[in-house]
Nanobody, 119 residues
């Protein structure tokens, strides 16, 4: 089992920044991908971006490209999401997740952290 714990959410004004963290513990942590997802009220959970754990290559949703950056610290088994130039439409619960399949199937999820961007 892998446990994922997100932190760093909060309330920020539009244009501001937040950095989310996702700390992993449990079984040997060697995911293929780590992803950040978000779910806004009344909407489905959606992928924001992901990182290939081995080489750090990333993919982002178009609407966050150039504003959000995913990184990881392999030595700490920790994933990060740096969010800059935040917009009210970024308001959501943000989740991290781990994929051991090398596909878009994610096997382990964190509990989520709320990000609220005020206008």
């Amino acid at each position: 089992q892998v446990q994922l714990v997100e932190s760093g959410g909060g309330l920020v004004q539009a244009g501001g920044s937040l950095r989310l963290s996702c700390a992993a513990s449990g079984r040997t942590f060697r995911p293929i991908f780590m992803g950040w997802f978000r779910q806004a009220p009344g909407r489905e959970r959606a992928l924001v971006g992901r990182i290939r754990w081995a080489d750090g290559s990333t993919y982002y949703l178009d609407s966050v490209k150039d504003r959000f950056t995913i990184s990881r610290d392999n030595s700490k088994n920790t994933l990060y999401l740096q969010m800059n130039s935040l917009k009210p439409e970024d308001t959501a619960v943000y989740y991290c997740a781990a994929s051991y399949a090398g596909t878009d199937t994610y096997h382990y999820w964190g509990q989520g952290t709320q990000v609220t961007v005020s206008s």
